[in-house]
């Protein structure tokens, strides 16, 4: 018999005793995907040496491939040390000493029998206590089989311990598959029990937003239309489609970007202060702004919208194919790589306000940024002293080199009245001298909690795609204005961008 893992934790005892969960067993469907060993199992080993594991934990990996338990273990070993170069053995088979593996397809109903009598005898020996956690790493269109065979096996209730499912994205693909996906969950699991990931919101600078928001009043009283000209979100990324085409193509940038990652922060960035901070609380806020996004028609996608795909073109000196050229592309394809969308909230707090969101990639690099500019204050002190005052600049940046910027003027020293933009610059990886933690690594022992303040409330998915189905319905049926490709891989997307933009003052930020 397998001895549990007890880890002895003087975290326990102190600050951080709360965010030790109860003991249970993370069920894996697709373990032998690129998810489970290039995010999941790193992100448990880290809580593991951080002893933010239970106390008696038990993982089992689930994919349609025969193992034994000693392959599968085998496997995701070799695949840790790529991200763990020093990982020891002794250290390995104490991590691992309780992983298992079941081999079933998903919609063989003995397979989760199977599995039910596997997590019995994992409760009995490992002292799982009956908390169990379903993780849906697997290709979308057998999210409902999975979740519906679970339930006929019996595994959504919670006679012993907790039951929970983590399903991840995408979650359907227009508005009509999100909501027939929705009631299909909703028929085995509570809401309560259902955790839609989006693992943008694990970021610890995304989450860095409601801090910098909530817990600093010198902000609150300039946060809305009255200071604030406009919001620029940017996700940019660097490679193509890669191996990823067929999904790719069929999905282009408005699904993969929008509807999930950059709709999420923008929600954190427009929401109203919450009552509490817990999970419903800020999810009621975030579900207010995705029903004020003001509706696009035929008329406004055209105004409002742009669309971009790229082609040959050279990043950091290399010369790379457009996405016409990448293996697995539909000759004449014109799903869109590029997309840059200005939407406007119908709320009191940003009447009037631009966001403008824009992803791409083959852009010149991989960053993910909030900016948000105020309005240009009054020249009228200056106006003798021909002085340029740059409007104020309150930068948050996502991804890569995670920190937070604020631009102001300040006069330059001498005898002559100049004016030179300054930065006041935070960032993460000098002030604190704990590094950010990934975002599967908190997103997972969130679940563990049974903390869902990090995850997406089914209303949430629904009001997401309902905000950008006329947009993606009319790309769809009709040709692009512009032949594509339109703009150059390394290049900042096509030059009709700019024309969302609309005042002379406002320029795209250039990375």
Known sequence: MAAPILLENPLRQGLFSDRVPQPCSLVIYGASGDLTHRKLVPALFDLYEKHLLPSSFCLIGISRSK??????????????????????????????????????????????????????????????????????????????????????????????????????????????????????????????????????????????????????????????????????????????????????????????????????????????????????????????????????????????????????????????????????????????????????????????????????????????EVAIQFKEPPNLLFKNNLVNLAPNLLVVRIQPDEGITLKFETKVPGMSMEARTVNMDFRYGTAFAEGSSEAYERLLLDCMLGDATLFIRGDEVEAAWEALMPVISLWETTPPEHKFPNYEAGTWGPPDADNLLEKPWRKWRRL
């Open 67 to 368: 193992m034994s338990d000693a392959e599968f273990k085998a496997k995701l070993k070799d695949s840790l040390k790529k991200s763990e170069p020093q990982l020891s053995d002794s250290l390995w088979d104490s991590f691992s000493q309780n992983f298992h593996y079941l081999a079933g397809s998903y919609d063989d109903r003995n397979a989760y029998e199977a599995l039910a009598r596997r997590l019995d005898q994992v409760d009995r020996e490992n002292g799982t206590a009956g908390n169990r956690i379903f993780y849906l790493s697997t290709p979308p269109n057998v999210f409902g089989d999975i979740v519906e065979n679970l339930g006929l096996a019996g595994l959504n209730r919670e006679d012993k311990g907790f039951s929970r499912v983590v399903i991840e994205k995408p979650f359907g693909h227009d508005l009509e598959s999100a909501k027939a996906l929705n009631v299909k969950v909703k028929e085995t699991f509570k809401e309560r029990q259902i955790y839609r990931i989006d693992h943008y919101l694990g970021k610890e600078t995304v989450q860095s937003l409601l801090v910098m928001r909530f817990a600093n009043s010198i902000f609150e009283p300039i946060w809305d239309r009255r200071y604030v000209d406009h919001v620029q979100i940017t996700a940019s990324e660097d490679l193509g489609v890669g191996t990823r085409a067929g999904y790719y193509d069929s999905s282009g940038v408005l699904r993969d970007m929008f509807q999930n990652h950059l709709f999420q922060v923008m929600c954190l960035i427009a929401m109203e202060p919450p009552v509490a901070f817990e999970a419903n609380a800020i999810r009621d806020e975030k579900l207010k702004i995705l029903k004020a996004i003001r509706p696009f028609n035929e008329d406004t996608v055209y105004q409002w919208a742009i669309r971009g795909q790229y082609g040959p073109g050279f990043l950091a000196g290399e010369k790379v194919p457009g996405y016409l050229q990448e293996e697995g592309v539909p000759a004449g394809s014109f799903a869109p790589t590029y997309a840059a969308l200005k939407i406007f909230l119908d709320t009191w707090r940003w009447h009037g306000v631009p966001f403008l969101l824009r992803s791409g990639k083959r852009m010149p690099k991989r960053t993910t």
